[in-house]
């Protein structure tokens, strides 16, 4: 039954190195299916750099390439979900965040409003959701993600952590910068996400 799938979700502002600890995670976690990496299959796809979703300098490209990832995972993750896949994915509402955050309020409505959204929306609120804080150490230009200052990026993370408040999704803050310290972290939340939902 899909109300018996583990879902994961490793989100937060751009340059917190997500990425790095989904890969540092991967060796733990062996049941889990790795979503991720939505955002640059679709920038491949239309042949963009990225400049060409500068929100400031676009600002419709950019709510398109959000739609667009939000669909796109929501589909994915209905697809495992159907197959009773457990899956562990580098991204939750950021979508959504980016588009209230960059765009304005418009285009986070239009996300709100696309189909299966609600029900997208219902099964993370029965999930574990980790909410990455960011910290100058980490913070570089990969020439796909946009860059920002450590004090954009906090601002940034107040902005997502409530839309998770407004949205009802429980979450977990990380703080850590250490990588050790962040996968030891993640896996005892784990621990205690999976023994809340069987009893042991």
């Not at 400049?51 to 209905?78: C, G, S, T, W, Y």
């Not at 020439?143 to 999704?169: G, M, P």
Request: negative net charge; contains cysteine.
């Amino acid at each position: 039954m899909e109300t018996d799938i583990t879902r994961v979700y490793i989100c937060g502002p751009h340059s917190t190195g997500i990425t790095t600890l989904l890969n540092d995670l991967r060796p733990h976690v062996p049941e889990l299916h790795v979503l991720h990496e939505v955002a640059r299959g679709i920038i491949k796809s239309h042949g963009w750099c990225r400049d060409d979703f500068v929100p400031d300098k676009h600002p419709e490209v950019f709510q398109q390439f959000n739609v667009e990832i939000l669909e796109a995972q929501i589909k994915l993750e209905r697809e495992y979900s159907e197959q009773g896949k457990h899956f562990i994915c580098d991204r939750a509402i950021d979508p959504i965040v980016y588009g209230q955050y960059y765009v304005g309020p418009e285009a986070r409505d239009v996300m709100l409003g696309l189909p299966g959204l609600s029900g997208w929306l219902e099964s993370l609120r029965r999930s574990l959701v980790i909410l990455v804080a960011p910290h100058h150490e980490i913070i570089k230009d990969d020439s796909v993600r946009l860059t920002s200052s450590i004090e954009e990026l906090h601002d940034f993370y107040n902005v997502f952590a409530a839309e998770l408040n407004h949205q009802k999704i429980p979450y977990v803050a990380l703080y850590d910068l250490d990588r050790k310290v962040r996968v030891e972290r993640v896996l005892n939340e784990l621990k205690k996400f999976q023994t809340s939902r069987t009893g042991f």
